[in-house]
């Protein structure tokens, strides 16, 4: 009996929304059916093998059987791994289409690259912080520096002979803030890729390195390198007698990291639902001890604290690039 006392308007109003229903886009249509309902592509802006690329594939291969779909590793390197991130932005945002970056092409390279074809924070949504790794200061086992106080008043009574080897405008980045929290006097000496930087050290070239933990594992474990820092908030693992740089009075700890983002668009309940999953992904014990022995901290926070994260440290690397007039090679 209710139904025959809808007034007029209202029955007008009625109307133009059940009208305007099979108007919405397929965007927002493919939220409201069952998703996902085919493959999921996780895009690596980087050639196979790194950190960021083992994380992509541990997350493909247990984010599958939880969404009933296959999830495929696609890598697209290029460019300081703009040419992948930029496949991504330009991507349908349906949730078909993710990206897997590490914090270069996302807080570094609007840092480093005057005229970026992206903008993190406009075109991506963060899905998730997946890991982060920090980096270790090393030098040779001749080193007269048994620690980072000797290294940094070594460096300060040999200020124009005392030098630092890096394989990328990162990790410049990263050793100038380190220079800049502790008084270390050293030049920068780039060269291309980790192999050249730290043989840089080896062959005596350079005094020092600062470099992720991976290529120089075996090498200080063998005695050829000794690293004097590592840069995250606490002790490896793997490397239990190298202190913190907070440990030996340096305010700072800073990481790399690799996140999972998607298209700007991309609709909120597919976010959540990835989030969700990666949270689950990376709180498992056998993918805990995997990371444990890369050196990598599984984090697998929230959509909220990865964006913090990303607006954060966005205008402090700009602010150390142009302190120390850095751009990309």
């Known amino acids: 009996m209710q139904r025959t006392l809808i007034s007029i308007g209202r029955r007008h109003w009625l109307a133009v929304a059940a009208s305007s229903l099979g108007t919405l886009s397929p965007v927002l249509s493919c939220a409201q059916s069952a998703w996902p309902a085919k493959a999921v592509r996780i895009v690596v802006p980087y050639a ?14 247990k984010l599958a ?26 991507s349908t945002p349906d949730g078909y289409t993710l990206l897997m970056a590490a914090s270069g092409p996302i807080v570094f390279n609007p840092a480093l690259v005057t005229k970026l074809a992206y903008n ?7 899905i998730s912080l997946v890991g982060s790794f920090p980096m270790i200061l090393a030098v040779n086992e001749a080193s007269p520096a048994k620690n980072f106080t000797e290294l940094v008043a070594s460096s300060k009574a040999n200020a124009a002979k005392t030098n630092y080897s890096y394989p990328s405008a990162s990790f410049q980045l990263v050793m100038e803030l380190v220079k800049a929290k502790s008084g270390l006097k050293a030049l920068n000496v780039p060269y ?14 350079v005094q020092m390195t600062l470099i992720d933990s991976g290529p120089i594992s075996g090498l200080v474990k063998s005695g050829k390198l000794r690293a004097l820092a590592v840069t995250s908030e606490q002790r490896l ?9 907070k440990e030996q009075g340096i305010d700072l700890a800073v990481n790399f990291w690799s996140g999972l983002l998607a ?15 990666v949270a689950r992904i990376m709180a498992r014990p056998d993918v805990a001890e995997l990371m444990a022995k890369l050196d990598i901290r599984p984090v697998g926070g929230s959509s909220a ?24 090679e």
């Not at 196979?48 to 291969?61: K, T």
């Not at 693992?237 to 740089?245: C, D, F, I, N, Q």
Request: net charge negative; proline share 12%.
């Open 48 to 61: 196979p093998g790194g950190a960021n690329d083992i994380l992509a594939r541990v997350v493909a291969e």
């Open 65 to 90: 059987p939880a969404l009933g779909q296959p999830v495929l590793v696609e890598n697209k390197p290029g460019a300081g791994a703009a040419v992948g991130t930029e496949y991504v932005v330009r």
């Open 120 to 126: 993190p924070i406009t075109d991506l949504v963060p």
């Open 192 to 205: 291309q890729g980790s192999a050249p930087s730290i043989n840089a050290v080896l062959t005596q070239e």
């Open 237 to 245: 693992a793997s490397y239990p007698l190298v202190p913190t740089l």
């Open 263 to 277: 298209p700007a668009g991309t609709p909120a309940p597919i976010i959540k639902r990835l989030q969700e999953e």
């Open 305 to 328: 604290d990865f964006a913090k994260t990303i607006a954060t440290e966005i205008p402090l690397w700009k602010q150390v690039a142009k302190d120390n007039d850095i751009k990309s």
